[in-house]
């Protein structure tokens, strides 16, 4: 099942480059996540919106932007990003933000960004 | 603050052999707690998850997880290994109230043939 889509699944950039992350989830959900995966580390969140409102913003630089147009979608706007910036980013969403906490996130396969 | 620790970044166990992952919670209010695997160039997929209901949790591909309060766990276990289930593993906690998700470090399983 592909409740959560991504794309592109890998992208190569520069730093001096813009570009945007998609996420698209058909689950019916309220709330989205951005989350970085880099080696050797765990999971990073880096923003959660919840019915479109950004409700978390993890300490993450300006140069990555998130919008939230619609509980169904979520971009990550990329600009002049660092080599260190290179990771997995995942997308993920669930039922609601802040309600239960037992309602489980489900994850999209995610973009591999490499950065020049 | 909540938090898991997975002890062991490798496990590699034979296939046909039990399979056990270690996940220990810390958190000062009742947790949920859950395992998601993930497969190669994937995301992560949940395999389970503990919501204050029983306290053996059964999940995909034959895995089970048990909650033991007194001794702050959540162990992932499998009776029989098979290739398939090559992956990383990762535990992770959250409370009522929120949905936010503190994840472990993940624990990479190897199947020996």
């Known amino acids: 099942e592909t409740g959560v889509t991504q794309t592109p699944r890998h992208l190569v950039m520069g730093m001096t480059n813009k570009k945007s992350l998609k996420c698209e989830q058909h689950?019916?959900?309220?709330?989205m996540y951005w989350y970085k995966q880099s080696a050797k580390k765990p999971l990073e969140l880096m923003f959660v919106?919840?019915?479109?409102?950004?409700?978390e913003n993890n300490s993450v630089p300006s140069r990555f932007s998130p919008e939230c147009p619609n509980s169904s979608h979520l971009f990550l706007h990329l600009h002049t990003l660092q080599p260190e910036d290179s990771a997995l980013y995942l997308c993920?969403?669930?039922?609601?933000?802040?309600?239960?906490?037992?309602?489980?996130?489900?994850f999209g396969d995610g973009t591999r960004l490499s950065i020049l | 603050a909540q938090s898991v620790t997975q002890l062991g970044s490798h496990v590699s166990v034979s296939e046909g052999a039990l399979v056990l992952l270690r996940c220990n919670y810390s958190?000062?209010?009742?947790?949920?707690l859950f395992w998601y695997v993930q497969y190669p160039n994937q995301g992560l997929q949940l395999l389970l998850k503990?919501?204050?209901?029983?306290?053996l949790v059964k999940g995909i591909n034959g895995f089970e997880a048990e909650f033991k309060k007194s001794e702050t766990s959540f162990h992932l276990t499998k009776p029989s290994a098979h290739m398939s289930d090559a992956a990383e593993y990762f535990c992770?906690?959250?409370?009522?109230?929120?949905?936010?998700?503190?994840f472990g470090t993940g624990t990479r399983l190897t199947i020996i043939p």
């Open positions: 993920a969403s669930s039922q609601e933000s802040g309600a239960l906490g037992n309602q489980p996130q489900h």
């Open positions: 689950l019916g959900h309220n709330a």
């Open positions: 919106y919840n019915f479109k409102e950004q409700t």
């Open positions: 958190s000062s209010v009742p947790p949920y």
């Open positions: 503990y919501t204050s209901a029983a306290t």
């Open positions: 992770a906690v959250s409370y009522f109230g929120n949905e936010k998700l503190t």
